[in-house]
């Protein structure tokens, strides 16, 4: 019997599921779907080893003994091949310069500095929709702004916000590129702005409720359903509405609401939670929230999860409003700057907006509760119609 080369391909092709051995540790492992896997089985430093070495669909019978004896040499030399082809491969990426390995690389790299270590996948999303299906396999170091250009024209005035976060990751990964050692021109990104030139886009505000209506709208919203008390208390706390729609009861003791890092946006690299200090009012509206409770969701949907973005959208869009619920912060915001006294940083505070640069907020990192608690408590009276006539309010008084 031959100590190698055992099978033939009418042998592979009829054998039913089981393992046959081609020799010198050479297997074929046929299952039972029909299908088959290569694998070879050595012996180094006193250890039995399988690597696998393809399927039988891809890799024919003598390209698998070509395989076996490639790595056959390998064991003769005292290395182990797994371990050794592991190295080969890392060797192989490492020397990959196109543009989709370096942005990955580069993600990878700024993955700490961003919330919940980019696992919601935004970061890349502009490159991959935009940019990586069109250069994604050019070499980086070839890459330049006539490059650039071809990628982002299509969207650069039609879609000129996701075309500024496209460009900037993408010139945020030629910076990676050229800390590698490789010869990248880290001004493509600014020469392209040049050859697309100014974008027409125009930046529309998000449309928001004037101040001056907001107690009749309040007033109007008391129907008790889950949606109407969700639009009162993100009224009520001037929070972007993923950070309410989020909410959980835990987070609330007493008369504060604990918002945790990962809920809140705006503020880059935040790693503290944020308090929102609640309003008699607030408190109202949060005790018949009770009823709604689900798995531990203060505003649960109706099948799982938490309702959507679009819910407080639809109700306010159904109801004959053209305002959408994030414009509340802005009505909240210009009640403060044109109805009361209250300094600037408390109310940007309120906001979890960062006040000052960044010597400034090294040093100043008060967070204002006693503030922002009378702050939150005028608001809330205001709302709920609480004063008997609007006046302007003296935090001094």
């Known amino acids: 019997m031959r100590a190698t080369n055992r099978l033939t391909a009418l042998q592979i092709k009829n054998a039913p599921a089981g393992k046959y051995a081609d020799g010198g540790g050479l ?120 490059d650039i250009k071809m990628a982002l024209e299509p969207i650069w005035h039609s879609k000129a916000e996701t075309a500024r976060k496209a460009m900037n990751r993408l010139g945020i990964v030629l910076k990676y590129g050229a800390a590698m050692g490789l010869n990248v021109d880290i001004q493509a990104t600014l020469k392209a702005k040049e050859l697309l030139g100014k974008s027409r886009h125009e930046t529309k505000n998000i449309p928001a409720l004037d101040w001056k209506s907001a107690r009749d709208f309040y007033a109007n919203i008391n129907g008790g359903s889950l949606t109407e008390l969700a639009l009162q208390l993100l009224m009520l706390t001037a ?52 009823p709604f409770e689900r798995n531990g969701f203060v505003f649960p949907g109706q099948r799982s999860g938490i309702i959507s973005d679009m819910t407080m959208t639809k109700f306010l869009s159904e109801h004959g409003h053209d305002f959408r619920p994030h414009g509340f912060r802005s009505t909240f915001r210009t009640w403060c700057s044109e109805a009361t006294d209250f300094p600037d940083k408390h109310v940007e505070k309120c906001l979890a907006h960062s006040i000052g640069n960044k010597v400034q907020q090294a040093y100043e990192r008060t967070e204002f509760i006693d503030q922002r608690r009378n702050i939150m408590e005028r608001w809330g009276d205001f709302l709920a119609q609480r004063n008997s006539r609007h006046r302007k309010i003296n935090i001094h008084g």
């Open 27 to 146: 297997w074929l492992h046929r299952r039972v779907d029909g299908g088959g896997q290569w694998f070879l089985r050595v012996t180094i430093h006193g250890r039995r080893r399988e690597m696998g070495l393809g399927s039988l669909d891809h890799v024919g019978l003598k390209e698998a003994r070509q395989e076996a004896e490639k790595w056959r040499t390998v064991v003769r030399q005292g290395k182990d091949p797994i371990k050794e082809r592991e190295r080969l491969k890392r060797e192989a990426d490492r020397s990959d310069t196109r543009l989709s390995n370096i942005a990955q690389a580069a993600f990878e790299a700024k993955k700490a500095e961003l919330k919940g270590d980019g696992k919601a996948g935004r970061w890349m999303t502009p490159l991959e929709l935009h940019v990586l299906p069109k250069l994604g396999k050019v070499p980086i170091e070839e890459i330049d702004q006539r």
């Open 239 to 290: 929070v972007r509405s993923g950070s309410l729609r989020r909410a959980r009861w835990e987070q609330f003791a007493g008369e504060f609401w604990t918002i945790p890092a990962e809920n809140m946006k705006g503020l880059k690299g935040r790693t503290q939670d944020f308090v929102v200090p609640l309003s008699t009012e607030a408190m109202r509206v949060l005790q018949q929230l009770g």
